[in-house]
């Protein structure tokens, strides 16, 4: 462990430079630039705003306000955002860094570091504006918020132990990304992202209680809806289970490394 961090360090250059190119090279090309990272969170927001709390009167159950529904959404929608940033990328990051893997000796966890960092700042700038709208719609939890950090701090452990577990995997059979990119839109569905898990039968409850990523999503929509403390034990079995992931993602990298790069 000593050994990554100690990595990690001396090279905290060459990924704070990776992370910047690549979000400088975003908009290299658009006469806007950076304010298309605030542009569109702001356009989100706005029509879920007007959709879901003008125009279809949506409400969520348990909350009467106008916002609450429209809120509860973008919550979700910004929490499965960033879980999808990262493991979507992890998931190919060995095959679309095959040349620098060839040519320069780093410290490869440096890649998914890379990875954490961009979908980091990109959600950072998003959330900003979020909260801002928060502030303004009178539902800005307070100091609540800051619970937040470690229920995210969860999700990026889940998203990057099985982003590098299928990454791994992905390099050898290409069949794992193709697949893992479908199951993901049957994932978010399977989330209550878009519904309340309280409109669900019981049945049903209990297979959604199994989802690791429904934990962290409901955390968030806890504290950014009802400003009160997520329910701990919610994120417990995300917790374990990407602990195991990442264990198991470098593992595989380690005993493979040799044969990736022959197969790159």
């Not at 989802?211 to 968030?220: D, F, H, K, Y």
């Given at each position: 462990m000593f050994t990554l961090f100690n990595g990690l360090w001396r090279y905290r250059g060459f990924i704070y430079g990776s992370i910047k190119r690549e979000f400088q090279s975003k908009y290299r090309n658009s006469l806007l630039g950076f304010l298309w990272n605030i542009l569109n969170p702001l356009a989100m927001i706005v029509i879920y705003t007007v959709i879901f709390s003008q125009v279809m009167r949506a409400k969520l159950p348990g909350v009467d306000h106008s916002f609450a529904y429209s809120i509860y959404l973008c919550a979700g929608v910004l929490t499965w955002g960033l879980f999808s940033e990262i493991v979507s990328r992890s998931q190919v990051m060995f095959v679309d860094n095959g040349n620098l893997l060839k040519k320069i000796n780093f410290p490869?966890?440096?890649?998914?570091?890379?990875?954490?960092?961009?979908?980091?700042?990109?959600?950072?700038?998003?959330?900003?504006?979020?909260?801002?709208?928060?502030?303004?719609?009178?539902?800005?939890?307070?100091?609540?918020?800051?619970?937040?950090?470690?229920?995210?701090?969860?999700?990026?452990?889940?998203?990057?132990?099985?982003?590098?577990?299928?990454?791994?995997?992905?390099?050898?059979?290409?069949?794992?990304?193709?697949?893992?990119?479908?199951?993901?839109?049957?994932?978010?569905?399977?989330?209550?992202?878009?519904?309340?898990?309280?409109?669900?039968?019981?049945?049903?409850?209990?297979?959604?209680?199994?989802?690791?990523?429904?934990?962290?999503?409901?955390?968030?929509?806890?504290?950014?809806?009802?400003?009160?403390?997520?329910?701990?034990?919610?994120?417990?079995?995300?917790?374990?289970?990407?602990?195991?992931?990442?264990v198991l993602g470098m593992r595989l990298f380690q005993r493979r490394a040799a044969e990736m790069v022959d197969e790159l």
């Open positions: 490869r966890v440096c890649i998914p570091t890379i990875i954490v960092g961009s979908a980091l700042l990109n959600f950072t700038i998003v959330f900003g504006i979020f909260s801002i709208f928060l502030f303004i719609s009178g539902f800005f939890p307070g100091i609540v918020i800051f619970s937040l950090i470690p229920v995210v701090g969860v999700l990026i452990l889940f998203a990057i132990g099985l982003g590098m577990t299928i990454g791994v995997l992905n390099v050898f059979f290409s069949d794992v990304g193709q697949f893992f990119g479908i199951f993901l839109q049957f994932w978010f569905w399977l989330t209550p992202i878009v519904y309340s898990v309280t409109i669900l039968p019981e049945s049903f409850r209990e297979y959604i209680s199994l989802n690791p990523m429904s934990g962290i999503v409901m955390a968030c929509q806890t504290v950014l809806v009802k400003g009160t403390l997520p329910d701990w034990s919610s994120i417990l079995p995300a917790t374990v289970i990407g602990i195991m992931l990442c």
